[in-house]
Structure formats: structure tokens, C-alpha cells
């Protein structure tokens, strides 16, 4: 199994982006899972943020799988609520906001709300934690 690294995910976002992408939906999604933004939780979260929501914009079938991936550091760090999820969202959105035109802070400020992702995210947390139980 070859290693993928930032550049490698850089070439999917601009793939996808420029409409040319020719990876199945199962190669995203392995890519993205076998993908290690950072070995530190916290940065490992932002990273896979950064990058998710972009390929949910262009295959939003793949949101529950490709949010299971992101959610997972933030899983790791304790959060186990839906309404922990958020915050921690909001929070990175405030730290990383000089970019308010980018897609994943679009999507992240305008898709991934408590209101149309709540149950969603609980029921991605259920699995986690039954995953590690």
C-alpha cells in the first residue's frame, strides 16, 4: 500500500474541482482514509477538513463516509457529542476564516449545521465509539 501524501491529495482537490476527476467513488474514498494529514489529532481534524467537504460538494452521496473519516481525530480527542462536533467546527472555521470564499469554509459554515447534520454526525459518533469499543 503506497503512502498518500498532501501532494497527492492537492492533485484529487484540484481534479475534482476543474471537473476532471477520474477516480471511482472507492478510490476516493480509500485515498482519503489512508491519508494522514497529521499524527497529531487536533491537525489531523483540520486537515481532513480542509479537504472533505470539497469532495462532498462534488459527490455528496459520499458525505456520510468522507464525515466518518473527518470526525474520527476529533473522536480521538474526547468529542462524543454531535453538539462537541460544532463547536469544534466553529472554532476551526474562526481560526482558518481569512479565506471566506474557500468551499470547505462554505460548506462547513453553511452545510454542516446542527440543524441539517445533527442526527447524522450522532449516529457517525455511535459508530465510532462502538467501532473502538
Known amino acids: 500500500m503506497r503512502k498518500i ?3 497527492d491529495v492537492a492533485r484529487l482537490l484540484d481534479d ?3 471537473g476532471c476527476c477520474r477516480l471511482t467513488d472507492e478510490e476516493i474514498v480509500e485515498m482519503v482514509g489512508q491519508w494522514v494529514p497529521s499524527h497529531n489529532c487536533e491537525d489531523a481534524a483540520g486537515g481532513f477538513l480542509q479537504v472533505v467537504p470539497v469532495l462532498i ?3 455528496p452521496h459520499l458525505e456520510r463516509v468522507l464525515l466518518k473519516i473527518a470526525i474520527r481525530p476529533m473522536f480521538y480527542l ?3 457529542k454531535a453538539g462537541q ?3 469544534w467546527v466553529d472554532g476551526f472555521v474562526k481560526r482558518v476564516n481569512d479565506r471566506p470564499s474557500e468551499t470547505y469554509i462554505r460548506w462547513l459554515s453553511h452545510e454542516l449545521t446542527p440543524v441539517g447534520k445533527s442526527a447524522l454526525i450522532s449516529d457517525i459518533l455511535r459508530e465510532l465509539q462502538q467501532e473502538e469499543a
Open 5 to 7: 501524501t498532501h501532494a
Open 78 to 80: 474526547g468529542i462524543v
Open 57 to 59: 460538494a462534488d459527490r
Open 16 to 18: 475534482v474541482q476543474s
Open 85 to 87: 462536533v460544532f463547536a
